[in-house]
Nanobody, 124 residues
Framework: QVQLVESGGGLVQAGGSLRLSCAAS????????MGWFRQAPGKEREFVAA????????YHADSVKDRFTISRDSVKNTVYLQMNSLKPEDTAVYYC?????????????????WGQGTLLTVSS
């Protein structure tokens, strides 16, 4: 069992930066693929970024590529999402997720554990 707690959300102006954190507890998450998803009001949850534990490879959605970066600190059991050049359309609740088995990392169904989410609001 893995517990995930996100933090770092808030209100930021367009063009600004913010870093989200996802602290994991319970079983070590070193062998879990980790992902970030987001859900804007009235929209479906969408993939943002993921990192594979086995290779360290990262994936980012086209909408955030070159602006957002996922990273992992295995010592601190924490995953981060560095967000730069924020846009109003990035406004959403951001969720951290962990997958215990290999799967399609861009698909929410591949993940077993989810955090409660943290709200990011980007003002224009």
């Amino acid at each position: 069992q893995v517990q995930l707690v996100e933090s770092g959300g808030g209100l930021v102006q367009a063009g600004g930066s913010l870093r989200l954190s996802c602290a994991a507890s319970g079983r070590t998450f070193a062998s879990y693929d980790m992902g970030w998803f987001r859900q804007a009001p009235g929209k479906e949850r969408e993939f943002v970024a993921a990192e594979l534990w086995s290779s360290g490879l990262t994936y980012h959605a086209d909408s955030v590529k070159d602006r957002f970066t996922i990273s992992r600190d295995s010592v601190k059991n924490t995953v981060y999402l560095q967000m730069n050049s924020l846009k109003p359309e990035d406004t959403a609740v951001y969720y951290c997720a962990a997958a215990s088995r290999p799967g399609i990392v861009t698909a929410a169904r591949s993940y077993d554990y989810w955090g409660q989410g943290t709200l990011l609001t980007v003002s224009s």
